[in-house]
């Protein structure tokens, strides 16, 4: 990532785009906790201390930019906190950072967006007021839940945020007839998907695509300083034993293979699976198929914010007819296949308006391929 070496800001804008910045670093290092980003700034806009969230029990970034502050000598009674999402007010694995502004001896925070977490849900604002602050929130909102949009939807309504990727032809084909897709798309594409997966919680994939594709579903063409879980829906507990995404150095409890039959039908196997360090969940829906929405409600229940889909279009088609999924990722290649697999198997329908119907929030080159963004209309 590019160095921010800020020493001065010239106004709160400029502040806050500066803590937003900071806040990006925490991706792939936060989970389950959110990505924020702090900086404290003094007169003149001096930046007298930055930090953003560490990992889980570690400093949060208000913590952070004071110890900042701190090593450089700096004091900052009567300066101004800039942070990313409300200063949490419970006490958790750490303190509460609305008392560690307070005792420092600012004067001014200002929150982009204030936590939804029912423990803070405006109490860290509200403490930092009765204790003669003054507090502010909602410069660059948008931007802040955008960074969290896993951890707000997680805090809501228990479930993660849905992104499926897809990587497709320009006649939206994801494999040849005979099942061939690698690489549909080019290198810039590949590790842009990589950065999309540092990003989850969890990554997850289909029995389908572990049989045809073995693939190992962890991070590798960007930096992270944390590995995904890895996530299989596999309905008669189907993973071979062998497959790449089982092997070392995945360590015990990375990986979830959700199942529609008890463990007990398939002990041998089961048994040869758990002695990996993967773990059985057996939550069985209709027609001996897992139940899709129980699993998001398990993940949400694990602490995952974002979950990454990379299946194939059977499972990606079960996941929209279902309503599950928050935001799709396609990677278009400027190439047409022909016959071959499609991205979802969703339909038929009779009439257009029965067709699931999305709006873009993105549309970016990488390289010689085209990332389009879409959520639900």
């Known amino acids: 990532m590019p160095e921010l070496s800020a020493t001065q800001l010239t106004d709160d804008l400029s502040a806050m785009r500066h803590a937003l910045a900071l806040a990006e670093r925490a991706i792939g290092l936060s989970d389950p906790n959110p990505r924020v980003g702090c900086v404290i700034v003094g007169t003149g806009g001096r930046v007298l201390g930055s930090g953003h969230t560490q990992a889980a029990g570690q400093a949060h970034a208000e913590v952070m930019a004071l110890r900042d502050a701190q090593a450089k000598g700096h004091d900052v009674r009567g300066a101004s906190a800039f942070v990313t999402l409300e200063p949490c007010a419970h006490q958790g694995r750490t303190p509460p950072c609305c008392d560690a502004l307070i005792s420092a001896g600012l004067v001014r925070v200002m929150a982009a967006i204030a936590d939804p977490n029912p423990l803070v849900a405006g109490q860290g604002m509200a403490r930092m007021a009765a204790a003669g602050m003054q507090t502010s929130v909602g410069l660059l909102a948008d931007e802040a839940r955008e960074l969290n949009i896993g951890f707000f939807k997680r805090m809501q309504t228990g479930r993660p945020f849905v992104r499926m990727k897809i990587a497709a032809s320009l006649d939206g084909r994801t494999a040849l007839s005979n099942g061939a897709s690698q690489w549909i798309t080019a290198a810039a594409a590949r590790t842009d998907g990589h950065a999309w997966r540092r990003r ?29 879980l890895r996530v299989v829906i596999d309905s008669r507990l189907e993973t071979p034993a062998d497959a790449r995404l089982l092997a070392p150095p995945s360590p015990p409890g990375q990986v979830l293979i959700y199942c529609a039959l008890d463990p007990k039908a398939k002990a041998d196997h089961a048994a040869a699976l758990r002695a990996t360090g993967a773990e059985l969940i057996s939550l069985a829906g209709p027609q001996v198929k897992v139940d899709l929405a129980a699993v998001l409600d398990d993940l949400g229940r694990r602490g ?53 119907n999305w709006r873009w929030v993105g549309c970016d ?13």
């Open 200 to 228: 989850a919680g969890a990554v997850l994939t289909g029995i389908g695509t572990l049989r045809d594709d073995n693939p190992r579903l962890d991070v590798r063409l960007v930096d992270t300083q944390r590995q995904p």
């Open 304 to 356: 995952i914010n974002e979950l990454h889909i990379e299946a194939g279009h059977k499972l990606n088609g079960s996941l929209l007819r279902e309503g599950l999924v928050d935001e799709l990722l396609v990677y278009m290649a400027p190439k047409l296949l022909g016959d071959g697999l499609g991205i979802a198997a969703v339909g038929p329908f009779e009439s257009l308006d029965q067709v699931l």
């Open 365 to 377: 080159m990488m390289g010689a391929d085209l990332r389009l963004r879409a959520r639900p209309a």
